[in-house]
DNA sequence: CTTTGTGCAAACGATTTGCAGGATG
DNA sequence: CATCCTGCAAATCGTTTGCACAAAG
């Protein structure tokens, strides 16, 4: 799921005026490996185990630098928290409503859809579909709560 | 928009062994009188704009328990806080990346898609499009964020 | 009357900010 | 070497909670 090279990564950062840093990789290359999307928590969790690397208010900005370059994406399918989401192409979203993981869909697999005529006065620019269901993990679960 | 009658409301609130309350009943009033998604804080501001109705915590308590009746949703499109919907049925959502403005789009609008065969595993339950753009307010504008 | 809801204020968790020192271009 | 970033701690914002009183069934 690898997605740009660092040099790419060092590139698009310098070409909007942000510094390289140590901790910007960090950041990204933890969204990368991580194939889920974490909160900011559990990067920062990631990125200190060994030996502390980076501190919270760092990550934050580094997440804010990096979705600013067009380089992540933040992903808001859960209450009270942001997630993040080093793939940046288009593609859709599965929510379990057992544990709360989310998944990427690709994007052709709903190649049928076609963005109907709204309202007039709205333009339209991009869309994605989220879906709701339960993981493998996660056993038949009676309530649906949100 | 007017969805079910204060009676209809009542009984839900019962058949779930939760009480009838003014509050409550401000509450939902208040979101099927506003169009719009409402926070729980411009719910609360609306409630007591000319005198004081309801504390900011029986806002929040009231907005769960018509959540856990059916009779409100919770919209996430914006980072940091919940919305709130007055629309339990299936419906879409069209987000304004200008003002932020968030509007219902109508279910068959999309009537064409279908859930396609997700991962093996992964048990889709339901599913709901996003769209994001600009409204009528909001002239052009450079950039995206999120 | 018993139980659940309300209202206040304090507590909480995620994110942001101010500021001093450090690293980048 | 000027500017932007990092790291720490304190501040902020939305939401939740504890508790005493009030109201619903």
């Known amino acids: 799921m690898q997605q740009y090279t660092s040099q790419q990564v060092s590139q698009t950062l310098k070409d909007k005026g942000l510094r390289v840093t140590p901790q910007r990789f960090?950041?990204?290359a933890n969204l990368?490996?991580?194939?889920?999307?974490?909160?900011?928590?559990?990067?920062l969790t990631d990125l200190n185990q060994d030996?502390?690397?980076s501190?919270?208010?760092t990550v934050y900005s580094a997440l804010q630098a990096l979705r600013k370059v067009g380089l992540v994406r933040e992903v808001l399918l859960e209450e009270g928290v942001s997630r993040y989401d080093a793939n940046v192409r288009p593609h859709h979203h599965f929510r379990c409503r057992g544990c709360g993981a989310i998944e990427d869909?690709?994007?052709d697999l709903f190649q049928s859809i076609q963005l109907?005529?709204?309202?007039?006065g709205l333009r339209a620019?991009?869309?994605e579909v989220?879906?709701?269901g339960l993981c493998d993990r996660c056993p038949e679960l009676a309530e649906a709560e949100s």
Chains 1, 2 share one sequence.
């Open 26 to 28: 960090a950041v990204y």
């Open 32 to 43: 990368l490996a991580r194939g889920d999307h974490p909160t900011a928590e559990q990067i």
């Open 51 to 53: 030996a502390p690397q």
């Open 55 to 57: 501190s919270q208010a």
């Open 105 to 107: 869909i690709p994007w």
């Open 116 to 120: 109907p005529d709204l309202r007039p």
């Open 125 to 127: 620019e991009r869309y």
């Open 130 to 132: 989220t879906v709701e």
